[in-house]
């Protein structure tokens, strides 16, 4: 996760729930059990550990990638 949206690769937004999941689009639904997930996205400490940059946003009409050429690490 990064402090700032221009250094994100995508831009996430939380939706409340599960059916407002998006493909590949930024809207992301945490689930409460790891077997339930799709994806495991794992937060680390440094931005140079990370293979995908994130930045959480408070509008759904804002997700979405800034750096199309990671979308495949959602797939």
Do not use: C, P, T
Request: glycine share 4%.
């Amino acid at each position: 996760m990064v402090k700032y949206e221009n250094q994100a690769d995508l831009k996430v937004y939380k939706v409340k729930y599960q059916n407002e999941v998006g493909k590949n689009d930024g809207n992301w639904f945490f689930v409460e059990h790891q077997n339930q997930a799709d994806k495991k996205i794992f937060f680390v400490e440094y931005e140079n550990q990370a293979d995908l940059k994130v930045y959480f946003i408070s509008y759904k009409n804002q997700a979405g990638w800034r750096n199309k050429n990671k979308s495949h690490l959602m797939y």
